[in-house]
């Protein structure tokens, strides 16, 4: 497995070209498997197709981590929020429009303005925007800042 990226409860691997798995840091191992179990259920719950499809999950020596559709990252966008209309003048399918993202974030008590980040958001091999960061919820927040405040 390689290390190919990290956030503020979880590090990615890259298992092969299609699939990555997402395990909770040593630090944050209730808020990062929290993360992955909200990501678990919304797609599980929705089958949205703006989201990055969820393939399962795998016991590894850090705890169950979640296994997801892997995405080519969007680092050709200078700016820090996704802008729908820029992605799709570059040919990319956005299959979502910032209202309905709005939405999609009420509906399962998510923070917009943090799905919003273009951080979050790759390109599958055949063209179309996905959303593969989508679990941070109010309750993930407070245990990562609890766990780096009391150091549990």
């Known amino acids: 497995m390689k290390l190919i990226g990290f956030g503020g409860t979880r590090v990615v691997y890259e298992l092969n070209d299609d699939i990555v798995?997402?395990?909770?840091?040593?630090?944050?191992k209730e808020a990062g498997h929290k993360q992955n179990e909200n990501e678990y259920d919304i797609y599980v719950r929705t089958k949205a197709p703006m989201l990055a499809e969820v393939k399962g999950w795998m016991e590894t020596e850090h705890g169950l981590g979640l296994l997801m559709e892997r995405l080519q990252p969007i680092d050709w966008i200078d700016e820090s929020f996704?802008?729908?209309?820029?992605?799709q003048r570059k040919g990319i399918r956005a299959y979502v429009t910032e209202e309905q993202l709005r939405q999609f974030a009420i509906q399962?008590?998510?923070?917009?303005?943090?799905?919003?980040?273009?951080?979050?958001?790759?390109?599958?091999?055949?063209?179309?925007?996905?959303?593969?960061?989508?679990?941070r919820t109010l309750e993930v927040c407070e245990l990562e800042i609890s766990r780096r405040i009391f150091k549990k």
């Open 21 to 28: 798995l997402k395990v909770p840091k040593r630090d944050q």
């Open 82 to 87: 996704i802008n729908f209309l820029e992605v």
């Open 108 to 135: 399962n008590e998510l923070s917009f303005h943090e799905l919003l980040f273009t951080i979050n958001w790759g390109v599958t091999k055949d063209g179309v925007l996905k959303l593969f960061d989508y679990g």
